[in-house]
């Protein structure tokens, strides 16, 4: 899976520094959210083979860098959203 830019994009996180060379940057767009907070939000798009290997039931990992654990979510957006 790739991070990819959308309409809604408003920037793009950079890599820490050190990790330009291994990690890319995360586009990305917040929101004010009902709780009086921002929600950040990035698209990633699976690849043909990600694709394949969801429709035979594998599962996705969230995987998160340092503790603690931020509150995160997981959904599936139309393109044309």
Do not use: C, F
Request: aromatic share 8%; proline share 11%; no cysteine.
């Amino acid at each position: 899976m790739q991070p990819v830019k959308t309409p809604h994009t408003q920037g793009i996180y950079g890599a820490p520094p050190g990790l330009e060379d291994s990690i890319g940057g995360l586009p990305y767009w917040r929101v004010q959210n009902e709780y009086g907070g921002t929600t950040i939000y990035s698209v990633w798009r699976p690849s043909a083979e990600d694709r394949e290997a969801l429709a035979a039931g594998a599962d996705l990992l969230l995987g998160i860098v340092g503790e603690p654990i931020p509150p995160v979510s997981l959904a599936v957006m139309d393109r044309d959203a």
